[in-house]
């Protein structure tokens, strides 16, 4: 009888941006804020902060990764976070979602005004990503 393959890890990964003074909204319904396109979302997002100063406008991108071991039955995370503030109105052409309000005030710029290296440097998937493949290195290879 043929060896059956080892079952395999399994990887999975969900973030959200989190307004403070939303009460972390939009949090896990970031993708779905609103119906349509990531225009939509975060004009609707700028809508319910048109009243608010800049300085109350702080936010966080928060991506989680999960890793299933199969062999032990045990999940393994690692999270990144990203820190920023809303910006009062949408700046620059790069990226998705809400890169052109989400205001990064070390670069002073939005996330749509980054390079894709300098987003991926201080992005919150590429700081959880980092963490999982320590993790990956340490414990599986």
Do not use: W
Request: charged content about 30%; some cysteine.
């Amino acid at each position: 009888m043929p060896k059956a393959d080892p079952p395999l890890l399994t990887l999975a990964e969900d973030a959200g941006l989190e307004v403070d003074i939303l009460n972390g909204r939009p949090g896990v319904y970031t993708a779905r804020y609103a119906p349509g396109t990531d225009e939509d979302r975060y004009r609707k997002l700028l809508s319910e902060l048109q009243n608010v100063s800049e300085e109350k406008r702080t936010a966080r991108f928060r991506a989680t990764i999960a890793i299933y071991d199969p062999s032990n039955d045990k999940v393994r995370t690692c999270e990144g976070i990203y820190e920023g503030r809303i910006a009062l109105e949408p700046i620059g052409n790069n990226g998705f979602g809400y890169d052109p309000i989400f205001y990064n005030e070390e670069l002073n710029k939005t996330n749509a005004q980054m390079t894709m290296e300098e987003k991926n440097k201080v992005s919150h998937r590429g700081k959880a990503l980092r963490k999982a493949k320590i993790i990956l290195q340490r414990d599986f290879l």
